[in-house]
């Protein structure tokens, strides 16, 4: 019973507002640091947000692309094209600060 306790806890930090913030952290962190690596995990950890969000009428076929967004930030990190990483992440960062936009105006 104590490993589902955890398993569901870990799963609602990844799905919620933590999974949202660290992975956007954690992919700014990659770009400032030059690591792709980091990206791919900021990538990893969007999946759930971009799941729930492929599931609503407004974003039906972009929720989806999100993560790929990352990835290809991660693939210009590699080629030392940081400008683009940063575009690139922008995506994400701007639906994830308008929903909570939209969340804080309730």
Known sequence: MERFSLLSTILI??????????????????????NPAWLIAGAILAVP??????????????????PLFQLGAA????????????????PFAGIAGWLGMVVLMQ
């Open 75 to 90: 693939v210009a990190v590699h080629k030392r094209v940081t400008w683009l990483a940063w575009l690139l992440l922008m």
């Open 49 to 66: 947000f971009s799941w729930y969000l492929s599931q609503t009428p407004l974003f039906k076929h972009v929720g989806l692309l999100l």
């Open 13 to 34: 930090l990844l799905t919620g507002w933590p999974g949202i913030i660290t992975s956007l952290a954690i992919s700014v962190a990659g770009i400032r640091r030059k």
